[in-house]
């Protein structure tokens, strides 16, 4: 993907580097930045002809986020579905960019577990859950706790 860079854009450059841009100039205050650019890239386009005059740039390309990663620095891919079975109810959820999605809002592990506990009627201490044994996932057509994506301890 190419962008092609129209009008002003913002640049942060170290100071070094424009003290140099600046010691180009007899009268920087004056020139300015724009002008003394200017004057020394026409300086140069004179003394080297051959060289193309325009450079298209690429913006780097930002690298698709594959897995959300909790506050303790642990993984999970996204668009991994979860489900869990409490109190009779089969309960979904869906591992997302953000969280864990619960009902249309976005949570941590733990606190997604609370809130489907909480939403099958459980009280606040019934609904305290460890969220990585209780959302399960399928691999190979067997359920798993989320559990199993974690590194063994020590292992991070």
């Known amino acids: 993907m190419t962008n092609i860079v129209n009008d002003a854009v913002s640049v942060s450059l170290p100071k070094a580097l424009l003290l140099r841009i600046q010691a180009k100039s007899e009268m920087p205050a004056i020139e300015g930045l724009e002008g003394i650019l ?11 002809p ?19 990663k909790t506050q303790r620095g642990f993984e999970l ?17 869906k ?21 489907a506990k909480k939403d099958c009627g459980a009280t606040d201490t019934a609904a305290s859950t460890n969220g990585w044994k209780f959302w399960m996932f399928k691999k190979d057509g ?8 974690r590194p063994p301890v020590g292992q991070k």
Not at 38 to 48: F, G, P, S
Not at 142 to 149: E, M, P
């Open 50 to 68: 051959n060289q193309p005059k325009h450079v298209v740039l690429a913006m780097p390309v930002q690298q698709e986020q594959k897995s959300f």
């Open 142 to 149: 067997r359920a798993q706790f989320i559990d199993a994506l």
């Open 77 to 93: 891919p996204i668009g991994l579905e979860l489900f869990a079975n409490y109190d009779g109810k089969h309960l979904t959820a």
């Open 95 to 115: 591992v997302t960019k953000s969280g864990i999605e619960y009902k249309g809002k976005t949570y941590e592990v733990s606190p997604s577990a609370f809130a």
């Open 38 to 48: 200017t004057r020394v890239l026409n300086e140069h386009d004179t003394a080297y």
